[in-house]
């Protein structure tokens, strides 16, 4: 689906956008190239998937306590109903809320437009220690701005590089940046924008301005074809997730989130204390005697 070759080194790899050889539009949404191959097995892995992630989390954590700058930025992009809120409620919901650093970027509020596009992004970027995970991003100013024709077609082509060099930043800084495209058919948009509305406790969700989005589907599978393969860099790989099927969807996400932290591989800090010390003081002191 990615790399044309016959060997899979990871997870990740089965997924990972690779420019020159990408084509969203052989990507198929229901997929299931790797993994389970049903919602059992997926659950069953899930299981694990979650305690090593909260393993790994807790020493990332601790040692961003410690004076570490290292952090992990989850990107997640899709059109409409592929699944953001699902993916952050079944994947970052694994782990510990202490450690997260969640954001959502709607449209632009005039403060906002005030600045340059990345400065509302620059603000929400995690801290030392923490996961972040990006309800949409600062692609949505080469997605929407480029469909919607917010901005001269010579801006949004130069912020392609302009995103490039941000990530890039953000990797000399100690963040590592892990960017999954959630990809669904228009049909099984369809059925999840009519299942908001026949539910009265999803139709809260649903916004007649959906309709006006989904038409436009297939110019956002153009711009998301430029958007992938002009910022899928070693800086910040795009991933292409399958998510016809949520249960595939949120197993995809949780492994490539957990091969990242495996190769930030963080550590718990040494104490400046002696505990032999400190236990041995413990025991001595007895406040009751």
């Known amino acids: 689906m990615a790399k044309k ?27 299931t190239p790797v993994g389970p191959k049903d919602k059992v097995a997926a659950a069953a892995d899930m299981s694990d998937v979650g305690r090593q992630l909260d393993e790994l989390q807790e020493a990332l954590y ?32 694994l ?10 970027f709607k449209k632009p509020t005039p403060a906002e437009l005030r600045h340059d596009f990345l400065w509302r992004i620059r603000r929400q970027v995690p801290g030392p220690g923490r996961i972040g995970v990006f309800d949409r991003s600062h692609y949505e100013d080469v997605l929407v701005a480029r469909v919607d024709k917010l901005v001269p077609a010579a801006e949004w082509r130069k912020r392609y590089q302009l ?24 049909e099984r948009q369809k059925e999840r924008l009519i299942a908001r509305l026949e539910d009265p406790t999803k139709r809260w969700k649903y916004n007649p301005h959906d309709i006006s989005v989904r038409a436009k589907f297939s110019q956002y599978q153009v711009a998301y074809q430029d958007a992938l393969t002009k910022c899928s860099t070693p800086a910040g790989p795009w991933f292409a997730i399958p998510s016809d099927r949520k249960w595939y969807r949120n197993w995809a996400v949780a492994r490539i989130l957990l091969e990242t932290l495996r190769e930030v591989a963080p550590v718990f800090p040494e104490p400046s204390y002696d505990p032999l010390v400190e236990l041995a003081r413990l025991r001595d002191a007895d406040p009751l005697r």
């Open 5 to 31: 070759s016959t060997q899979v080194q990871s997870i990740g790899d089965a997924f990972r956008v690779v420019p020159g050889e990408f084509d969203v539009a052989k990507v198929d949404p229901a997929g």
């Open 62 to 93: 601790a040692e961003g306590s410690a004076g570490g700058r290292r952090r992990v930025l989850l990107v997640l992009q899709g059109m409409d109903t592929s699944g953001k809120g699902g993916t952050i409620r079944h994947v970052a919901g």
């Open 95 to 104: 782990v510990n809320p202490q450690g997260l650093h969640i954001a959502s």
């Open 163 to 186: 995103i490039n060099d941000f990530e890039a930043e953000l990797a000399e800084g100690g963040v590592t940046v892990v960017k999954c495209f959630l990809h669904i058919s228009p």
